[in-house]
């Protein structure tokens, strides 16, 4: 599962280093955020496409998901890119969740959701969990992986317990910062706070100091450029038992892609 990846610099960092990856390691499915792939803000369906071509086998999203229109009826025809689920259902393109098949055969759900603790007061992530997982006509797989987009630790912290035992993983993105808190709950489920994200390492969370120091300094508003140079690589492995959903063991991968 792959953290936030941002602008044109994470992307080829991502092809970069993502095929050599799932060989060596033997990955059998992948998540990536690409909710900052378009120009640091956004999604297109050429930038979706780059990054399924590349190897991701599922695109999760957050709030960005929604500042480039064109991605709008791509998220209607594509099983592959998902946006938040409790954004609800009224009007809104898309879905929240999907069910795939990985490399080795095993059937697995992917759930996207976002918090609300300093963002868009959306429907309950909580309480939309829970009506998936409880109220659904059919059961989904036992392997079920929650992207968590979210700002507080502490809601992420709490949605990780609440859903223990009840999914596989819940992995926080949308900070862009990694976290080092990585671990498998007391009832199976592994969690980190924060992936991190795939971008520009001299940067502020992906992003041309320039472009951020004057919102700091003086408070005047600034256009955003997504940074340059080495890029770092943010990921976490997740070792699943397909039969029970328990996950066996989270390894955070870095790794340092000079331009």
């Not at 095929?19 to 640091?40: K, M, S, Y």
């Not at 671990?183 to 041309?208: C, H, K, N």
């Not at 004057?214 to 940074?227: D, M, Q, S």
Request: aromatic share 6%; with cysteine.
């Amino acid at each position: 599962m792959i953290g936030d990846v941002i602008g044109k610099p994470g992307r080829l960092a991502l092809e970069q280093l993502l095929p050599g990856l799932r060989d060596e390691r033997g990955i059998d499915f992948v998540t990536a955020n690409g909710e900052n792939l378009a120009g640091g803000m956004g999604l297109t369906p050429s930038t979706a496409e780059a990054l399924l071509a590349a190897g991701v086998d599922v695109i999760t999203s957050g709030n960005h998901i929604w500042d480039k229109k064109e991605i709008y009826p791509y998220l209607e025809r594509s099983e592959r890119v998902l946006r938040p689920l409790n954004y609800g259902t009224h009007d809104v393109p898309g879905r929240g969740w999907g069910i795939y098949q990985a490399l080795d055969g095993t059937d697995l759900a992917v759930v996207n959701l976002q918090g609300r603790t300093y963002m868009q007061p959306i429907d309950n992530p909580f309480t939309e969990a829970d009506r998936l997982l409880d109220e659904g006509s059919e059961p989904l797989p036992p392997v079920r992986l929650v992207d968590f987009h979210c700002e507080i630790t502490s809601e992420k912290n709490a949605l990780g317990l609440y859903l223990d035992g009840r999914v596989s993983a819940v992995v926080g993105t949308h900070t862009h910062v990694v976290t080092g808190d990585e671990r498998i709950l007391p009832r199976g489920t592994a969690y980190q706070s924060d992936l991190g994200m795939t971008g520009p390492l001299w940067s502020v969370i992906g992003f041309e100091p320039r472009t951020v120091l004057p919102r700091f300094i003086n408070a005047l508003p600034t256009r955003f450029e997504v940074g340059e140079g080495p890029v770092v690589f943010n990921a976490a492995q997740i070792d699943i038992d397909p039969a029970t959903g328990r996950a066996l063991a989270i390894e955070r991968i870095q790794r340092l892609v000079e331009p």
